[in-house]
């Protein structure tokens, strides 16, 4: 039975993370209209965006190591605590340089809480529950960006932008105290073990596990989602080719992606289920195929009907693929060195998050648009097949095949 329905830990943990997700969204504002007000460039502008990438390809694998042998709980209430003091500092910055030093900073925290927190869903849900238990964080964190902005642009409005980052502060401080409260260690004992050298400590994590037929399909599978997703054409390249080709205004483009996201949102629990009853192959599969859709789609908009086809079918696909590949990395996972194998595999995403956005921006600046959507619905349709011809499959599916 669902973990997150019945124990002391669930409901508490998916809490933490619509909190948090709530200073997040309000952040998606106010980062780069503070950034330009301090006298920014578009280019450093977008630095201080890309700070959060560069956080995580760093802090996630130490974070992952260090779960291990430490605790998950130690390391998400160091993250959280990290952003909510260095969000309550951006309310004082006064230049550009301390606002990017903060925001790095302050990445790195998010970066530890998100490895550490994602450690912990693994940890708390067995494979014949884990694709319900992610989609629950993922509606959770989902419910928080959606609120976030709202209240962002709220405070903003009644006083200004410095506003926001109190907010963003205050909603990890809320995560904290329940941290503290109410939720308990869960790493295994055998990892325990392990980290104190009475059961394993010959037996480090294999990275051969890394080079394997099973770890590489998913990986691709990620990268292919990565590449339509937020940071990869449909956030990139999608509020451009909208307006400019659809003849949309920004307030339109806004509206369709906010429905996006509502779609993917009601999407991720049946899809959830799906996963546990049948396997995750059955639902990353239809799932990459119909991100290949909508970017095949994207291609030939021109009116408001062919642009909401498109919009739908991204937010089924990305609600059913983003929840999907991080289960597939949860159940591919060591029990004895989850927390190691789990940072290893968010340095693969974030690496996949960095190359994807340049490789297709350099299409869309050789090929045009078109070209951009083609190359990303071809590799999602090849990422499709090399899972289900090669790919492993696990939970229920794997206990029935």
Do not use: C
Not at 20 to 35: D, E, K
């Amino acid at each position: 039975m669902l973990f997150s329905v019945l124990s002391r830990s669930g409901i508490p943990l998916f809490t933490t993370f619509f909190f948090f997700a709530v200073g997040t969204g309000a952040m998606q504002l106010a980062r780069p209209l503070f950034a330009a007000s301090l006298g920014a460039s578009i280019f450093l502008v977008t630095l201080v965006s890309a700070t959060m990438a560069a956080a995580r390809m760093v802090a996630s694998p130490v974070t992952g190591f260090l779960t291990d042998h430490w605790g998950r709980r130690p390391l998400v209430i160091a993250g959280a605590t990290l952003r909510a003091v260095s969000a309550l500092l951006e309310f004082f910055a006064t230049s550009y340089e301390q606002f990017l030093l903060l925001e790095f900073v302050g990445s790195i925290g998010i970066s530890v809480w998100n490895t550490g927190a994602s450690i912990i869903i693994a940890d708390l849900s067995g494979a014949e529950e884990r694709g319900r238990a992610v989609a629950l964080r993922n509606m959770s964190m989902r419910l928080g960006m959606i609120t976030g902005p709202f209240f962002g642009a709220l405070l903003a409005t009644a006083f200004d932008l410095r506003a926001i980052f109190i907010l963003n502060g205050a909603s990890k401080l809320v995560v904290v105290v329940i941290l503290l409260l109410l939720i308990r260690e869960t790493r295994p004992e055998e990892t325990l073990r392990a980290a104190d050298g009475r059961g394993a400590r010959g037996e480090p994590l294999d990275l051969s596990i890394f080079l394997s037929r099973a770890f590489l399909t998913v990986a691709l599978a990620s990268l292919a989602v990565s590449m339509m997703g937020g940071g990869g054409v449909f956030g990139a390249l999608f509020p451009l080719h909208a307006t400019a080709n659809a003849g949309l205004s920004t307030a339109d483009v806004g509206n369709l992606m906010t429905l996006a996201g509502v779609v993917a949102l009601l999407v991720s629990f049946p899809n959830g289920v799906l996963s546990d009853r049948y396997g995750r192959k059955a639902s990353l599969v239809p799932g990459l195929l119909i991100l290949a859709a909508a970017a095949i789609t994207l291609t030939g908009i021109g009116e408001t009907a062919s642009v909401l086809i498109a919009v739908l079918l991204f937010g089924m696909g990305e609600g059913i693929g983003m929840g999907t590949t991080q289960v597939f990395a949860m159940d591919l996972a060591p029990a004895s060195r989850r927390g190691a194998f789990l940072g290893i595999w968010s340095l693969f995403n974030s690496v996949g998050g960095l190359a994807a956005p340049l490789l297709v921006g350099a299409v869309a600046q050789g090929f045009g648009f078109s070209g951009a959507f083609y190359t990303v619905a071809a590799a999602l349709i090849l990422s499709a097949l090399v899972l289900w011809r090669f790919g492993p499959e696990t939970g229920a599916g794997a206990q029935s095949s």
